[in-house]
């Protein structure tokens, strides 16, 4: 990967999201999210499409998610 490219394409995940742990916005915090369940943010409202997936984020199921969450998970409010 490229840390470069890939600040300037988190800055659209900016818009929803941050990386400071226990910070939610319209979006979950994404602290720590490789390795972690989906849908397991404490304090944040999750779809149960999102709560019951039985996803980890993997750098690959994230890549997937991205390219197309309602493909991923049905249901998800994730909408980019």
């Not at 369940?37 to 779809?47: K, S």
């Not at 998610?65 to 998800?76: C, M």
């Amino acid at each position: 990967g490229n840390a470069a490219n890939g600040e300037k394409v988190f800055a659209q995940c900016k818009a929803c999201h941050v990386l400071e742990e226990g910070v939610n916005r319209v979006g979950p915090s994404l602290y720590n999210i490789v390795g972690r369940p989906a849908g397991q943010v404490p304090g944040y409202n999750y779809t149960p499409a999102n709560k019951n997936s039985g996803k980890v984020w993997t750098p690959g199921t994230l890549f997937t998610y991205l390219e197309n969450p309602q493909r991923a998970i049905p249901g998800t409010k994730m909408a980019f």
